[in-house]
């Protein structure tokens, strides 16, 4: 591999670790507030890409209860984006509401939980399946005016990339820096990082736990949204099932970044995004097995992840 | 009864291999050991049964598959499942919690991706023709009837012998068993190598049974099902895994079933039909928020049992 | 409890309640299932096939159905595994159907054809092309060609395009049977054209991103790229493909062969040379009139898979004609009828959308004529269609 297509395999890793990284961050926030996994955030991944294409006033096809519909309004991409996002983060606290709290307040097995969050992943994919069919949907001309493909290379050593790409990372990037400002900055996030820390000393010193979580589902929910956007720009909604891939990678980084720290699922997402696009091409038909097998590498030997503190089992 | 039967054999043999699942699933858990590693185990199993029977004793086509090959398939699939599952086991059982989880399915996926790859398992298309042992797929009962019955029964015996009981401490608080002189390592290595050799077996059968094997059998998707099995079940007792597999395995074609009564409304049919899967993912949100504890717990049993005695 | 026994109660009254109107009705219609996958991921597909079928449920039996007796479809749902295919054959088969068309996957008529087989009902496969589904036994049988036909054709149209052609990349979707089994079709009709196989590239249909892919194989300066794939994972790899400033030549396999890529690679669609099973151009009255009746409903041209399933209906209802014909079918019991179809299903030819179809004693079929059609996209980047070449 010469020098040029390996910095350019590095670029592109970049570009889709960022959405990992803001995707995984999904799962971390509630990870590191409640020690469960939930896996509807895939589910809220693909229900993001579905907002955001119905809000730009896109029509649906010709399957499901709402074929041939669409808003009487359409919002420029930019603007839908942040509503399908919003939406979605609504869509979190939903979740959190009907799925997370009534078992919580039970003081319920967090293994149940997880599979409650289950439940209603499979609900939530197959509803979006008898609303607006299995097809595939692109959102319209997203990014009219931008060329396809933009030359970041120097001197006659052409780096080439998707526009779509670099539009990802730096929208991706703006996203990681303002929830690392909310969480360094505002009470808010000072909170969230004190009950992640430590729920029962949190409750004590009169911070709102509930609405914390309510609060930490909703910012979950927002980041699973846009990550679905984004994935959608870039490649189409390949369907309902759209968010499962993403839903396992998601895991890795999870873990690769250690359990519940925010700059690790960064870096992880970042990592594991250009350890796959390095990935040589005779073996690329491993590479969905790539994640995993750092992962697997990565829990042997350091098995608080690369960034994580050492993990206390809460009993 | 006959039509019933010829209808619902494979379901009602599908069952018992979810309950099956379920068990293995619930074994390391007995000890405290969160794996989902069932799925891979079974697709190992599967592709072990699935290459002996086409490649290296195959029958002629039409002549039923001798029923002692086929034990000896699941022998070598728990052979093989065991000595892996040693292998895996050793390095991760350090791990606790979640990360034993997300280890155990990091397992599930790198098997899955090998044997898209692999010329032996027959990459993405996988092996067809699967010889059959029997007649008909209700016949396999007596297969996994018999193995669901021993399993049962061996891992009742389980639950009340000293090693059980070691397995219960070690749930309970990991410190404490050691300080009682229970071997922790070797301890959930056990319970751990037990619920994979009997995925394996599931799974040589299963290979049978579905006629062909592919990638798309034991897949995370799979390892997720099989939990669910098992919470909602209920995980205190070797019963609710069972339960919990038979139940949820038939709830989908009770929905179908349901779609079949006339004189339903159409929009009604069209719902159960196409909705099929909506309504299975509510009913399980639902049973965690009413069965907390899964369907089946201990004190049910305790209650059902003073029953009977009075 | 008591709330129990009064639900289960009123379930018995209103099930008893409803066969007995069932049983008040005269003519009964004639039940041919349809087992494809309706749920899951491979919905996409599912969704195509029941459209079609429904459309020749209400044009036969419009045209009088089986001699004066109408058809109706039992639609099961298989979802996207085996399980889910066997359940819904033995549901089917349960329900008194004369035949089966199905099931979606490859994989799965693997598990379920033995079942129909077993119980004599005649299966006709709608998108079934793997290797070896005929010979799953006498009563499967299919409508949709084995990969291995149709993918040349494409490669030679492509030279015709641009005889300048000698480096050649392919690509293929290594998790999905159809497309793996396409590409070697597709690879060695490059060796044997004299072209230069210089990279073959896999990808998974689940993959949303091909940067390295693609990265390392226009490092090889191709002028040809081969895509097998379906719609959605093939329609991205060539739309970033184009992103990437590739200018050459594409073809696409059969898996490509539907309207569900525009919106996947929009504007950059345009020009892809597609290997077609099923062409909306094909010039038969029956085709014209398909096509008529599904761009009323759809507002768009037929895709190949509910062409497919289409002609699996006509299939099935033609072969039953000919049987009530020579014996009349409601003289025969239901064992007999199903038997009795099988043999007039293989023994007969059809013209169907797909062309002129008909079988050998084994089941595989007979399709006469393949095409090869070239993607014209519109001004707005959704919609397009396919231009006949050849």
């Known amino acids: 591999m010469n ?47 579905y907002f955001t294409y119905a809000l730009m006033g896109a029509r649906f096809g010709f399957n499901g209860l709402l074929a041939q519909t669409a808003l009487p309004f359409g919002l420029p991409f930019p603007l839908a984006v942040l509503g399908g996002g919003l939406l979605a983060g609504g869509m979190g606290v939903l979740v959190e509401r009907a799925a997370f709290r009534p078992l919580r307040n039970r003081g319920a097995d967090p293994l149940l939980m997880l599979v409650s969050s289950l439940g209603v992943a499979v609900a939530l994919v197959n509803i979006i399946q008898y609303l607006v069919g299995a097809e595939a949907y692109s959102y319209p001309n997203a ?27 730096i929208i991706s990037m703006l996203i990681l820096f303002a929830l690392m400002r909310l969480m360094n900055h505002t009470k808010a996030g000072k909170a969230l990082q004190a009950v992640a820390e430590d729920p029962v000393t949190a409750s004590l010193l009169g911070i709102n736990t509930d609405r914390l979580i309510l609060l930490t589902f909703f910012i979950s929910g927002f980041l699973g949204g846009i990550a679905g956007t984004l994935v959608g720009l870039s490649v189409t909604i390949t369907g309902p099932y759209f968010g499962i891939t993403f839903g396992l990678r998601g895991l890795a980084v999870l873990v690769l ?24 091409p005779d073996l690329s038909g491993y590479k969905d097995a790539v994640a995993f097998a750092i992962l697997l590498i990565v829990l042997f030997f350091r098995p608080q992840g690369l960034l994580g503190r050492t993990f206390i089992q809460k009993v | 009864m006959d039509s019933f039967f010829n209808q619902y054999g494979f379901l009602i043999v599908s069952m018992t291999f979810s309950a099956l699942l379920a068990l293995s699933l619930y074994l390391p858990l007995m000890a405290g050991q969160l794996s989902l590693a069932s799925p891979a185990f079974y697709a190992i199993g599967g592709y072990i049964a699935a290459v002996l029977s086409t490649q290296i004793f195959p029958v002629e086509s039409g002549a039923p598959f001798p029923l002692e090959r086929l034990l000896l398939e699941m022998l070598i699939a728990a052979a093989v499942s065991g000595v892996l599952a040693l292998l895996v086991g050793l390095p991760a059982l350090r791990l606790r919690g979640v990360y034993l989880a997300l280890a155990t399915i990091a397992l599930v996926e790198i098997v899955r991706v090998l044997s898209l790859n692999l010329e032996i398992t027959g990459k993405a298309i996988g092996i067809f023709g699967i010889p059959q042992p029997f007649a008909t797929k209700l016949d396999y009962l007596w297969i996994s009837g018999v193995l669901l019955l021993v399993s049962a029964f061996f891992v009742y015996r389980l639950e009340h012998s000293r090693m059980g009981r070691a397995f219960a401490a070690l749930r309970e608080d990991e410190l404490a068993a050691g300080a009682m002189g229970i071997n922790p390592t070797t301890t959930k290595l056990l319970a751990f190598v037990l619920g994979a050799m009997l995925a ?53 074609e009770v929905l179908r079933a349901l779609a079949g009564v006339p004189g339903l409304p159409p929009l009604a049919v069209s719902f159960l039909q196409d909705g099929r899967l909506i309504i299975y993912g509510v009913l399980i949100v639902l049973s965690t928020l009413f069965f907390p504890q899964g369907l089946i717990t201990p004190a049910l049993l305790r209650r059902w049992n003073r029953k009977g005695r009075a | ?79 996207g595994d085996e399980a889910g295919a066997i359940n819904a054959f033995q549901t089917l088969i349960a329900d008194t159907v004369v035949g089966i068309v199905g099931p979606t996957l490859s994989q799965q008529a693997f598990a379920a054809d033995p079942m129909a087989e077993q119980a004599g009902v005649p299966v006709l496969a709608p998108s079934n092309t793997a290797k070896g589904i005929p010979e799953v036994g006498n009563f499967i049988a299919r409508v949709s060609a084995p990969v291995a036909v ?17 480096d050649v990349v392919v690509f293929y979707a290594q998790n999905d049977a159809f497309a793996s089994s396409e590409t070697t079709t597709f690879q060695s009709t490059v060796t044997n054209l004299g072209l230069n196989l210089a990279s073959v590239q896999t990808f998974q249909t689940t993959d949303t991103d091909f940067s390295a892919q693609i990265t390392n194989a226009l ?16 329609g991205n790899l060539i739309r970033q493909l184009r992103e990437f400033g590739y200018t050459g030549v594409i073809v696409g396999g059969n898996g490509l062969n539907t309207a ?12 892809i040379i597609i290997a077609q099973a099923y062409s909306p151009a094909a010039e038969s009255e029956i085709n014209q009139t398909f096509r008529e009746l599904y761009k009323a409903e759809q507002g768009k041209e037929p895709p190949q898979f509910s062409a497919q399933a289409f002609s699996a209906v006509q299939v099935f209802v033609e072969a039953l004609i000919r049987l009530d014909n020579i014996t009349k079918l409601d003289t025969l019991d239901l064992a007999t009828q199903r038997n009795l179809l099988n043999l007039s299903v293989l023994a007969g030819g059809y013209e169907t959308p797909l062309g002129m179809l008909s079988f050998t004693p084994t089941g595989e079929i007979v399709q006469e004529q393949f095409y090869v059609a070239q993607i014209k996209m519109n001004a707005d980047g959704q919609t397009g269609t396919f231009e006949y070449i050849q």
């Open chain 3, 219 to 234: 490092a090889l300066n191709p002028q040809l790229v081969i895509v097998s794939g379906l719609a959605a994972d093939g």
């Open chain 3, 260 to 271: 569900n890529v525009f919106p996947v690679c929009q504007q950059f669609c345009d020009g």
């Open chain 1, 143 to 169: 990014l009219a005016g931008l060329p396809p493909s933009i030359n970041l290379g120097v001197g006659g050593v052409p780096l080439i990339m998707r526009t779509v790409l670099v539009v990802i990372f």
């Open chain 1, 3 to 49: 020098l040029a297509l390996f910095f350019q395999q590095v670029v592109n890793g970049l570009a889709i670790g960022s959405v990992y990284a803001i995707f995984a961050l999904g799962y971390t926030l509630i990870f590191s507030i409640l020690g469960i996994i939930n896996f509807a955030h895939s589910a809220i991944f693909t229900l993001g890409a």
């Open chain 2, 200 to 252: 394996g077996v599931v799974g040589a059968v299963s290979a049978h049974f579905l006629n062909t094997w592919n990638a798309r059998q034991g897949t995370f998707d799979a390892s997720i099902l099989i939990l669910a099995y098992v919470i909602i079940g209920g995980s205190r007792t070797f019963l609710g895994p069972i339960a919990g597999g038979l139940l949820l395995t038939a709830l989908p």
């Open chain 3, 1 to 79: 409890m008591r709330l129990i026994r009064v639900v289960i109660s009123s379930l018995v009254v209103a099930i008893l309640l409803s066969a007995s109107f069932a049983l008040a009705q005269d003519v009964q219609p004639i039940k041919i299932g349809v087992a494809v996958a309706q749920t899951s991921n491979v919905a996409l597909f599912g969704q195509e096939q029941v459209i079609g079928a429904k459309i020749a449920e209400a044009y036969f039996n419009e045209k009088g159905g089986v001699n004066g007796r109408p058809i109706q479809l039992v639609f099961q749902d298989t979802a």
């Open chain 3, 150 to 166: 149709v993918a040349p054709n494409a490669v030679r149209a492509a030279l015709n395009l641009d005889p300048n052609i000698k």
């Open chain 1, 257 to 280: 970044g250690g359990l519940g720290s925010i700059p690790g699922a960064v870096v992880g997402g970042l990592a594991i995004g250009i350890v796959e696009a390095l990935v040589p």
